[in-house]
């Protein structure tokens, strides 16, 4: 092999508004955590004993496991399932759900404190019936996972050939194991709320909670692996096999076929939700018309779209209905940790300006830190050296 051949690296300018809003963002971010981690939560936020857990879990946490989603859904597709004509999509997928992990980890280390003691989940525990040590295991084990399934293409860009070889018989291995804990972990996260019955709202509150996140993380996954891949063909063109391009559309059409069919799955499991706890007449207060926008304005509406689009072999229209489900997913898990929690409560918890800053930043780091990759390593089109086809 001849070597470490890379991409083409990206040619813009350091200093583009976009670089320097996301520098001085992370800056601020940077002298606030110095803050909580001096002076403690309340020096940065607005958490108290009666609202412990806030934006930074309610998206960082929440939303960004659910958002990373894609990388087990894309290699689920292909590894599993054998559908082999989305391996071109396979590496973003994985790669955006490793950075959403890592990074996830980052967001709760900034909330937890102590960061020294990140390996305690793994080393100490007090038993397996914590939902928190059982979500903690999973992160820890998924994301070895995910590094395993994408080291080959950090194996492509050093030449480490060898290396290479053994990474690729890890990977179905690594893949299976992956879907699993993925499997328990997303649902897991619902779990947690099963324990805050009298906390939650009774519109998100259910037994089914567990099968609702895990389902709308499968919906998460489709939706972000279609709007990264937008992204990507469009401001990493430098990048891409034009080969890849040309398929993408056929590609996005197939993931927005099976989102249609998901959302519409969702869409009633939630009115069963409704029905087992009796909350009929819930539907008609201020919190009740809040969650038929949910349920209609952010399931139903972008499943019909997908399967309008997939009819008529609208791309454009799928694109647009990826925004719209991502936002949904993000709104149905601000409703369940923030808005519909102690949604009864005379002071509600609002979030304070510096940790809309703190989220920002993180994001942005995701964001630079994928950029940083893709121009790099072969994730977005073929190694000269090597041929997906390679790979068994």
Known sequence: MSGAAVPVESKNKLLTPFNVIGGLFVIVAFGIAVVRFTKGLGAVTNLNDEFPWGLWIG??????????????TIAAAVHIFRLKQYRPILRPAILTGF???FFVVIALLVDLGRPWRIVYPVFYTYGVASVMFLVAW???LYLTCQFIEF????????????????????EIGACIAGVILSTLHQSALGALFLLAPTKLHPLWYSPLLPMFFFLSSIIAGLSMVILESTLSHRYFKEQTDPRHAKGLGRLQLGLAEAASLALLSYFFLK???VAHGLHWNLLGTSMGVWFLLEVFGFILL???????????????????????TVAGIILNRLNVSIIGFRWDSVAHYVP????FVITIAI???AIFTFRWIVTRMPVLSEHPDYKLTDVS
């Open 59 to 72: 998206f960082d946490v929440l939303c960004g496991v659910a958002l990373a989603a894609g990388g087990y």
């Open 302 to 324: 972008p499943c019909l779209l997908y399967a309008k689009a997939v009819r008529e072999k609208n791309v454009r229209l799928v694109q647009f209905t990826s925004v719209l």
């Open 99 to 101: 950075l959403g992990y």
């Open 151 to 170: 080291a080959p293409a950090i194996a492509e860009w050093r030449g480490w050939d060898v290396a290479r070889r053994w990474l690729l018989r890890l």
């Open 363 to 365: 994001v942005m780091f």
């Open 138 to 140: 999973h992160v820890f």
């Open 271 to 273: 009115w069963i939700g």
């Open 352 to 355: 304070r300006w510096s940790e």
